[in-house]
């Protein structure tokens, strides 16, 4: 039994709540589809945590997390591009999710490849840059905020994990948080 996977998953939990609840499926559907993921992701990691077997939920599990690796920014991106006066910049960010199909592909036919993971960093970086551009054209910080929260998420973890072994996870899990909650105060105050 972990607790600190279960308050991290906790504070996922809560951000997507105030995304569910601060945001209506048909005003932000690609924002209310992130948090509705992330919410399933958040009660799995809770359900790992209180496990008796370590290896509970083990293959959903990393079904999941392979999903919201890649999905959270670009559906961000998607919302505020819709919200611009770019708004056909929006599509370009759903061929973000290509490389997620043959991610999800590989692990549920045992036939993963590092290729996909090479893939889904380039993927995160241009989104990120997406969302830096967007931050300086619409002159909202928030946008800039959140890509420095994915980036961070993505690489700052693996740089603290190799420091302190097994806080990676939880940083990208708080990450997660912080893009949804910072996603659903954009979108609502905007």
Known sequence: ??????????????ACCYAMYSLTPADNPY???AASFCFVHGTLGILRA???EADECSR????????????PLPMANIEFYLKSDQSGMAIVH???????????????????????DTLKDLVLIGNVLSASYLAVQAGNPLYGGIAAIAFLG??????INRFVDGLGPHIT???D???????????TQG
């Open 60 to 71: 959903v599990f990393i079904v999941s997390a392979s999903i919201i690796a890649v999905m």
């Open 177 to 187: 948080a912080g893009v949804i909650a910072l996603m659903t105060y954009a979108l």
């Open 94 to 116: 759903m061929l973000s999710f290509i490389p997620l199909l043959y991610d999800m592909l590989g692990k549920m036919c045992d036939d993963w490849d590092t290729a996909t």
């Open 154 to 159: 993505r690489y700052g973890a693996a740089l």
């Open 1 to 14: 039994m972990s607790y600190a996977e279960a308050v991290f998953n906790l504070l996922l939990i809560a």
């Open 31 to 33: 924002g209310y589809i």
């Open 50 to 52: 209180f496990a008796e």
């Open 173 to 175: 899990t708080l990450s």
